[in-house]
């Protein structure tokens, strides 16, 4: 069974910084690419950052360049996401998700996703 | 950037009764490069349909997708209870990916 936990949210101070963790199990890791999706509270979704299976290629959407960072350890089946410079607008419940063997880079649909963790930028 | 706009906004039906919800994209997306999730309150997406018309493992086959270019669908043909949910459309074809701001179907 494909399982992805999701940890290290929180609430944080506008400019402040976290690491978001992701664990997967149930399938092989190092075989899929891997996202990030957000969702603002009562919002809709938003694809956040992407990387490929290797850790070799990182997408970001425009209004995290610069400031979230993807990577992966796949020794360790766990996705992380950097966040830096953190903004009131970003504010989410964050999705770990398996990108679909049936899609390509760079744009991936999603077939598996974790419960999320919740970030909270507030002063 | 690709949008999606999803309608209608809400759609409220009886269970036993056939949903059809629309998305349309701003610029085509292929036959193949759209999917559409379902979410409950307090869950995560799921995913249902992918490459516009493949059920997802594990899908119903009550729920069925159609549609090419810039028009696409998603059809629950009886309603059950557990159905009422909120659904979004996303397309894959040309990054960044985007999503549709979903459709809420609730019970009438």
């Known amino acids: 069974e494909v399982q992805l936990l999701e940890s290290g949210g929180g609430l944080v101070q506008p400019g402040g910084s976290l690491r978001l963790s992701c664990a997967a199990s149930?399938?092989?890791?190092?075989?899929?690419?891997m996202g990030w999706v957000r969702q603002a509270p009562g919002k809709g979704l938003q694809w956040v950052s992407v990387?490929?299976?290797?850790?070799?290629?990182?997408w970001h959407t425009e209004s995290v360049k610069g400031r979230f960072t993807i990577s992966r350890d796949n020794s360790k089946n766990t996705l992380y996401l950097q966040v830096d410079s953190l903004r009131f607008e970003d504010t989410a419940v964050y999705y770990c998700?398996?990108?679909?063997?049936?899609?390509?880079?760079?744009?991936?649909?999603?077939?598996?996703w974790g419960q999320g963790t919740l970030v909270t930028v507030s002063s | 950037e690709i949008v999606l706009t999803q309608s209608p906004g809400t759609l409220s039906l009886s269970p036993g009764e056939r949903a059809t919800l629309s998305c349309r994209a701003s610029?085509?997306?292929?036959?193949?490069?759209l999917a559409w999730y379902q979410q409950k309150p307090g869950q995560a997406p799921r995913l249902l349909i992918y490459?516009?018309?493949r059920r997802a493992t594990g899908i119903p086959d009550r729920f069925s997708g159609s549609g090419s270019g810039t028009d696409f669908t998603l059809t629950i043909s009886r309603l059950e209870p557990e159905d009422f949910a909120m659904f979004y459309c996303?397309?894959?074809?040309?990054?960044?990916?985007?999503f549709g701001q979903g459709t809420r179907l609730e019970i009438k």
């Open positions: 996303q397309q894959y074809f040309r990054s960044p990916i985007t």
């Open positions: 490459a516009a018309s």
């Open positions: 149930g399938f092989i890791f190092n075989d899929y690419a």
């Open positions: 610029q085509s997306v292929s036959d193949i490069y």
């Open positions: 998700a398996r990108g679909g063997s049936f899609s390509n880079p760079p744009s991936y649909a999603f077939d598996y």
């Open positions: 990387i490929s299976a290797t850790g070799g290629d990182r």
